[in-house]
């Protein structure tokens, strides 16, 4: 993984100390809120329904265990003894006090981490494929080359105050571990007829108030011209992207009231005039960071066999590891969804277990999921069994990767100013329910992404069932919403018709779920079901 070099360790410090400033003038009444919040937000502090948010950047998901232990004291010190993981693959503090917002920080700069950009309208944190460095079907680990727009991006002058908020994923795969068609700029890494390593731009994606799927802009850009294609695509929005409503301040509404042909026409014009002013990175600085992403030292000759004899074992080595391109190693996925649980929450001693773990077991590295778990990418098979005895004593070992237990929820009307409905009880509610009724391994694939409002954080357009949380005349209401998809498949999901209570919600997940297992035909997950017999037979279940 990228380790800070002394020009990264003094740009971190400087912020902390810049923000120390910052906030001793506002509690001393030197600034008031309007003046402050926009300073606050630079550094990723938000203030929420009851206490101050703390968002911290974890780049394209990744972390030591050095640093996992370092979120934990945190949690521990300033927190309330837990921290968040969200779908940026960020984590979140949600008891903060302004005070020790710059401690936190400081804290954070010793272990070579921030939360610069992690809000505010500019090019928020760069995720990626979890996977990345480990997955059998990568073409090269893309995190290089996340680590190389992050770079770029830190503190770029042109745009820190961009028309809105901006979100870049990159991947390496056919298989889109990442949304990546759901991001502003979505990029993956791939090889043109030559055989030459590029890029394909996808511009224009998102959820939120009005979802949409990036579009194609650019099949194949060298690689050495990424950064470069990058910034025409944002110097155009930069340019158009309105400023006068916040609704319709989006590239992705940009890029549709253009139309595609003409964004990327004008985009084209921008990437020929940087060209020829010069506007690149030198390759020297992209092979700089490659060094630190070397793969770790795999063991040659290892065995893939694992005993399965014990059935709990069994399920989750089934459910919970994904395939690796070395033999005998397995990336092995620590759920944070315990039936009941919040979904994406660790406690203190889960966190240091799990930094235990990935020293132990994983060559000193862990990812943060999109989907609010934690990966160990590189576990030797012969160490599985051990691992998951760990993680089962520390409640961290459900086997629900994927499945209707295994929700995305954001942390909704219980923490945030912004959301109109709670999410984490009606998550809870659903888990607990397919739990009872035991049919959870019955159902297999099913995502379930539930949103507290309309801003989408939990995905729920992307769900293969999504809830939307509403306010109707006062009181919280639950959309259902049927046939999404963040993979490679990428749809969007639509909603079923009128909308349900709490205790509704729960009871139109489990009728959705009863017409798939009466419709279904063996080995099509809920999904495929639904895009073969369309929403009417669901509707007719929920709606008679």
Not at 203 to 231: C, K, N
Not at 414 to 425: H, M, T
């Amino acid at each position: 993984m990228y380790l800070y070099d002394s020009y990264d360790q003094q740009m971190v410090d400087a912020r902390v100390a810049e923000f120390r400033d910052q906030t001793e003038r506002r509690l001393n009444g030197k600034l008031n809120e309007e003046q402050f919040r926009p300073l606050r937000l630079m550094n990723g502090l938000y203030l929420q329904l009851h206490a101050y948010m703390l968002r911290v950047a974890i780049p394209y998901g990744t972390l030591n265990s050095r640093q996992m232990h370092a979120l934990a004291q945190i949690s521990g010190k300033y927190d309330r003894g837990y921290g968040h993981f969200t779908t940026r693959q960020n984590i979140q503090y949600n008891w903060i006090k302004l005070e020790d917002a710059p401690d936190i920080l400081a804290d954070l700069a010793k272990v070579e981490m921030h939360a610069i950009q992690t809000s505010g309208n500019c090019i928020r944190n760069i995720s990626s494929d979890h996977f990345a460095g480990a997955a059998a079907d990568e073409l090269v680990d893309p995190r290089p080359y996340a680590e190389l727009l992050r770079q770029w991006s830190s503190f770029h002058p042109e745009f820190t105050a961009l028309p809105r908020k901006f979100k870049i994923a990159v991947i390496a795969s056919d298989t889109d571990r990442a949304a990546m068609r759901l991001h502003d700029i979505g990029i993956q890494i791939i090889k043109n007829d030559a055989g030459e390593l590029g890029a394909s731009f996808y511009v224009g994606g998102g959820m939120g108030r009005t979802p949409m799927i990036a579009p194609l802009i650019r099949e194949f850009i060298p690689l050495d011209q990424l950064i470069t294609y990058s910034e025409a695509c944002l110097r155009v929005y930069n340019r158009y992207g309105r400023r006068d409503n916040k609704y319709k301040a989006r590239i992705k509404i940009l890029v549709h009231e253009l139309g595609k042909e003409e964004y990327a026409r004008q985009v084209e014009e921008e990437f020929a005039h940087l060209l020829n002013q010069g506007v690149e990175p030198p390759l020297e600085e992209l092979e700089r960071i490659k060094l630190f992403f070397d793969d770790p030292a795999f063991e040659s000759g290892l065995s893939n066999e694992i005993d399965h004899s014990d059935p709990d074992f069994a399920r989750w080595v089934d459910r919970n590891t994904q395939r690796h391109k070395i033999p005998g190693y397995v990336s092995a996925v620590i759920s944070l969804k315990p039936v009941g649980g919040i979904p994406g929450d660790a406690s203190v001693e889960q966190m240091h277990i799990m930094a235990d773990l990935a020293k132990e077991y994983s060559f000193d590295e862990c990812r943060v999921m999109h989907t609010q778990n934690i990966v160990l990418p590189h576990v030797k098979m012969a160490d599985l069994h051990a691992l998951w005895t760990k993680l089962e004593a520390a409640g961290l070992g459900s086997p629900n990767l994927d499945t209707i237990e295994d929700i995305i929820a954001c942390p909704g009307l219980d923490y945030c100013s912004l959301a109109n409905a709670r999410s984490i009880p009606v998550a809870q509610k659903i888990a607990e329910r397919f739990a009872d009724k035991g049919c959870t391994e019955e159902l297999g694939e099913l995502k379930l992404k539930i949103s507290g409002c309309i801003n989408a954080c939990g995905h729920h357009h992307a769900g293969h069932i999504g809830i939307l949380g509403v306010d109707k005349k006062g009181v919280e209401n639950y959309q259902l919403l049927l046939g999404g998809s963040e993979a490679q498949d990428t749809a969007l999901a639509k909603i079923t018709g009128p909308g349900f209570s709490e205790e509704g919600i729960v009871d139109a997940v489990e009728k959705a779920t009863e017409v798939y297992i009466a419709n279904r035909t063996e080995g099509e997950r809920f999904l495929d079901t639904y895009r073969r017999i369309g929403m009417d037979p669901f509707k007719e279940a929920l709606y008679g």
